[in-house]
């Protein structure tokens, strides 16, 4: 890296995932737009193709008018070599496919278990973990080995494992884990700013919220707009739709699009537990006990999410296989906009170009004061030259912290029991999960269909 | 006090429920029997002629030949009179009449929600918390001004909740709680050690086990016998006995007594968590997810113990009744035998005259590392001269540790709800008990139900 | 408070020793700078004149034309009244008169002991602490009944005795305090940039610092200029001046200002612990074992610092008194220039209207992990709309770490000593500051000879 | 192992250090008078020699009548082959030779450095601790690769780094550490029970106490003999004895023996600090600045204790090689009596035999509060079969706390220095000792000396 004038050159970052068609592409506009930063971003992906398609993608950038940046995409077809020298690591990837993402979805329906994501916490979520865990290690150890002191980025869910793992296998390595979820939080309060209080064009960072929780299972106990408490506010927006429910989301209604929802939900825990919670309401409803909110699909449907099938997932890489083909051709032109992410902002801050305070995850060291030192918690943090440094979030109401401790300590498990080959501890961490509400027996049944399903991806 | 070569003299015990049909009679068994000590006990109860007559029946001991110790036993009708100049103060009270505890037990019945007891956790057991504190506090405050240096000994259920309820009216009060579930374990361990070892007549106080959790949801994660590890012969224990069961209630079996269980809910949470659960199942089921162990009548049949009526303990009530009366009208001779409690062991420790090493409910100061400090939790204590010193009793796996934390929070928001009126706080602990599986209105449906049920004793 | 726009009106502050003629005047000075921000001050102070005075001089600026925002400021004889409805007080006194200060500072010099501030620790800080605490009692508790929600600012000295005292008394305080030595060290460390690297015109906020430690004795692992790590240059800067020291004072040189210093000492340390002292050497020089720095005024002229002497200070307030009538009688023009200070930005970030990232004093909830949590510590927090969040600051070495803690219990031991009124206790604090290398009966002579000197301020 | 009835047979001992003429005789001495254990003791020492000659003086016993356990000694020069299979491991060694011995006490003289024993804390203290650190990563190793499950004895000092180098190395090592110091002060309460209370023929373990602190600088809060406290009648006896002291060494009076003082140095620090200082007078001087009690040779003679010159052990030594060479030519008839240590009683407990309460050094889990979970304390524990588990001790008043913080600190970057070589950190704790009163350049010149001294044991 050289450090000249306001800008900084020659950064190379690593990206993990690189054939991606999300994530990827958000990186790659965003980083198209600053005019501070330039650099190499090389791409390594298992499946090299899509990779391939990234760095043409991505290298085409580099001859138009509206771009202020040109960075050079270089596909590399080994972890190491992708990884030395590397500034930044950005990793995201699917942990196997959608086959087994099929199993942990839907194989638990066959015991009545119903899952709106399966990503993150439920039966799924807790088997994706034991998959991804083994793919982590080797991540964590290549870091170590090529680039120990460059800052790595995860969006891989299950967020909280995947830092674990990096954490517990390299103990150094200075990774932080990144979500979305709060900001669609602080773009609700917008909406409600401006329905109750007619406030217009408030832009969501304009919202300063305090973050405590774990990822997607994020709360809110202070929330404000300048001179403004928000708590308030959303306390009367809850009233006025808490029964038929808001809807914020981008595509279309809840109804015929898995990503949106009424905000039922989280209107449902704000009366519960007085903190407003700060993720979507297919995250949220996996986390508490199975019968409140999925109980079966017309549960579901009374609290107005969708249930994320995995044959929808499959239609929608349909439809971004072809997007991709059509900007490698050039039939597509890519359109470069702001992403919403925080990705670049954040690098910019740890370069020393500006501060920024954002959501992140990392171990607890303190920020919340009643969840044990080391777990993977997500709170505030101020990033600034080589610093993420979290802010002191204070403490979890005891009813939602004894809900996060037990989500923690099954993460942890997972974790422990990848590392350690020991199935009957991952055992324990599925059966103690809320959602899943089956006799030793069943579960044990369960878990070892499950586990099958995936068994290529495990060393258990 | 007076210390005179190995006795000490002119000890002042204070008896709140001094007339008390079951706890009261063991002290006075145990004291006679005591030839160290001598002293005065002083009875103060509500029930002004339950205290008389316990006088009588205490008095008449002295006159007897087979009594070591002569204590003279004297009523009080005021509380403060009753407390004034007390070394030991013992609590033991029923908070509320049977009427009370009908609706604890049976009312959530109506919602489909079964409790075996009903006194601890579960909306029963929070509910009679409530009722309880209130009671708690006049006790601190009367023990702060009349005796603030005496030693506390609370039998009182829910303990956790009167324990939390001391230390936090009166900070400095040396009050620890006592309960024999985990004795009851330790005898089962005997039993254990006789039917795969042929190891006979150990007694139950030669079990040595670290104990950890919190009252009547307590753990053993360490148990042996001489230089025997019993963790090896529990396993196999349990899987000779996991399907039939194991019975070892004193009267009869555990189809016609509310006491008895057959140990089966014990047994598959060792299965589920590899740790000994240290209390009959009747309570351990209610700490777990509704669905387990009393999803309904049938569940609890199927796993062997009895649901603990309030109908039964009226019927108790009159046996209890009529033997006091023929001790006191002198036609039932007192039966002078050892209780099988710790509570003149622990005075004697106390005093000094021999150390004790027994499980007791306290304040956490880090005995158990994974818990919060200050959260009141059952482990082992040294008992010395005016000293009950906690030992370390080390981590809770997570699995437990996070069912535990969500009890511990329940009770201590039912505490606070309690000191500072707050009934939404009450209610927000009541519908985040994992016996309470109903949507937010019929959680506040029963709330409100039995909250108009106890709420002559509640300032709420 | 109304918010419109982007301002805020009808601010209330309250300046407790508001007669002041030195933060006092640099308040006037920002607020009137200050254009989003419009209120009233209420000046309270034992010296009423000095208080009338300080009116005059705010209320004059009202009519001026370089003025953006004209305060109303308000003389209150009444503590209740003045501090009734206040949205902001802020707190800077000096406890007792020079005569008392000059016992701190001069007394232990006749057993040896000199001291170059005697205002924080060492015999005099803790004595002054002493007299202090009962001021800071009355503060807290007519906060708390007339102003629980208002935000305190202090300044007084002894910072982090005057900060325990307030949180003790009324734990719910919203109180933080605010020191500018380590801004001074900023200012120092773009000396550094320039001497070494010929970078210019660097304003010390762009000097991103670590900060962590207790007041006047708070220390840097972490300093950076946009993509600049300070530290490896600092170590230069170290090398270079260690035998000669580097001046930064604004008034003349160390041989004749109290307050500049040659940071020899700052140097010194830097190579024992390899962090940078933030304070200046005077203050630094106490917290070190006596025969370092200040063993006697030889030892104190090698490391080329200054005693400051209360003979100094009597000449520094009569001119200051000068200035007060001049500026009263408008002989002399009140001159308005940023004062350097945050308050003002931290009253505007308070007020949601910006956010601001500076360093204050707090108790620690963990920001720094191994100092014990509620002991008064500083370093960097986050303000926000009615928040002020501090920053994980992460460990102190070791060395370090052992030599704050004993101050730290010497600070708490006074506050408690004061307010239990335990003589006993305050000595213990004092025979342990490491300055009082006595023996025991001489330190009793002369902590009873300094008492007696400070008796008429003391409730002991 | 065997367990048979009361007895366990078949015990395999390793004595590292095995040549001993002290530790190692006090348990052949112990062993032999101990009919519930029997098994074999392996000798390991890199003086082979004085190993051979233990092992005849330890297989003679076998022969007497007096004996009623005879145990097999048996010599291995192997350090892996002595420690393969064993049950415990016994670590006596001395770090060196008195030439290091020598530098370490006496280097720092020509400093105007005087230290009373020179081998916990002090410059000696320190640089014995960087001697020994590479031989106790050896141990660790080398009981891991052997012996994981053995528990390990350690009596050699410094007490605190060689307990924290086993953790470190191996962190899940059954290790404690035992010292005599505060059975002396036991010893000294039974004398203060006769002079004021005449209550004679207590025994030291009668007496109860509590026990907190790090080795050779431990501290009682509370200490009783049955239903007497006795911390009344310490502060009568300290006011009694104060001025002249009082002695109970065995040997002599403090004039003519290094291990004999008059406890007025103990007495001092009740005075300061309201606590027993369980020590011997010469191990605690050595914690406290030096200017209080070994500023020179007129102060310690002040305060009546010796300095323990390198010279008096060479010819202590000699006396022992004589009795030693006696005993193997059986000119000497080897004396069994109680040696008054624990350790036989320890490893009774451990095999489950016996409860035993007793003092031992442990890494910190929380048995006193306020010193950092993982340092090295001492504290009391209770041994039970197969588990030390610590008493919680409570809290370190705040002045002692801080100089118990500061020697931990100290402690801990030796071992750390040692582990990683980092000579500039060994050089940061050697500074930071109470005893360093020198200037940075003093400082390091004394340091590179006294490192030069013992270069050959480190790898620095």
Same mark, same amino acid.
């Given at each position: 890296?050289?450090? @000249? ?14 054939? &991606?068609?999300?994530?990827?592409? &958000? ?5 198209? @737009? ?11 992906? /298992? ?21 202020? &940046? ?20 950005? /990793? ?16 638990? $329906?066959? #015991? ?22 083994? @793919? #982590? ?25 995947? @830092? ?38 408030? *832009?969501? $960072? ?40 808001? +809807? ?7 109804? %015929? ?18 903190? !407003? ?57 890519? +359109? ?22 954002? %959501? ?8 919340? &004061?009643?969840?044990?030192?080391? %777990? ?23 009813? !939602? ?50 586990? *099958?399903?995936?068994?290529? #991806?495990?060393?258990?």
């Amino acid at each position: 890296m050289k450090f @000249m004038g306001d800008k900084v050159k020659d950064i190379k970052i690593t990206y993990i995932g690189g054939g &991606s068609r999300g994530w990827a592409w &958000s990186l790659m506009s965003d980083l198209a @737009m600053e005019k501070q930063l330039l650099g190499t971003v090389k791409l390594y992906d /298992i499946d090299y193709e899509a990779a391939v398609n990234n760095e043409k993608i991505g290298n085409a950038l580099a001859g138009r008018d509206d771009v202020k &940046s040109k960075w050079i995409y270089k596909v590399e077809k080994d972890l190491d070599e992708a990884l030395k020298g590397a500034d930044f690591v950005v /990793i995201s990837i699917l942990p196997g496919t959608f086959n087994e993402m099929a199993s942990d979805v839907h194989t638990p $329906e066959h #015991y009545g278990i119903y899952q709106s994501v399966g990503d993150t916490v439920g039966p799924g979520g807790l088997i994706r973990g034991l998959r991804t865990v083994p @793919m #982590y290690v080797k991540f964590a150890k290549a870091i170590e080995k090529n680039c120990p002191k460059a800052w790595v980025i995860n969006y891989t869910n299950p967020m909280s494992i995947c @830092m674990k793992a990096l954490y517990t296998v390299f103990p150094k390595i200075k990774a932080f884990g990144c979500c979305h979820e709060v900001f669609h939080t602080q773009t609700l309060l917008t909406h409600a700013l401006k329905d109750l209080e007619g406030i217009e064009d408030v *832009k969501r $960072e304009e919202i300063k919220v305090n973050v405590l929780g774990i990822n997607h299972f994020t709360w809110l106990d202070h929330a404000s707009y300048k001179n403004i408490d928000l708590m308030p506010i959303y306390k009367k927006f809850v009233d006025k739709y808490y029964v038929e429910g808001y +809807e914020t989301g981008k595509t279309g209604n809840w109804m %015929n699009d898995s990503f949106t929802c009424a905000n039922r939900v989280k209107f449902d825990l704000f009366r519960r537990y007085g903190l !407003i919670a700060a993720a979507g309401d297919r995250h949220l409803a996996e986390f508490m006990q199975g019968n409140w909110y999925v109980e079966n699909p017309e549960t579901v449907m009374h609290w107005k999410f969708g249930l994320t099938t995995v044959s929808w997932r499959r239609r929608d890489l349909e439809k971004r296989l072809e997007k991709s083909r059509a900007l490698v051709n050039g039939e597509k032109e890519f +359109e470069i906009k702001p992403s919403g992410e925080d990705g670049v902002k954040q690098i910019k801050a740890l370069l020393g170009l500006e501060d920024l305070v954002t %959501n992140v995850n990392l171990p607890n060291q303190g920020q919340i &004061s009643n969840i044990g030192l080391g %777990n993977i918690v997500e709170t505030n943090a101020l990033f600034r030259k080589d610093q993420v440094i979290p802010l002191m979030a204070g403490e979890l109401p005891g009813a !939602i912290q004894s809900i996060v401790t037990r989500h923690i300590c099954n993460q942890n498990d997972i974790v422990e029991a990848a590392l350690t080959k020991d199935r009957r501890k991952a055992f324990r961490a599925f059966a103690n999960d809320p959602l899943v509400t089956l006799s030793l027996e069943d579960a044990k049944e369960l878990f070892n269909q499950m586990i *099958k399903n995936t068994e290529v #991806y495990l060393e258990l």
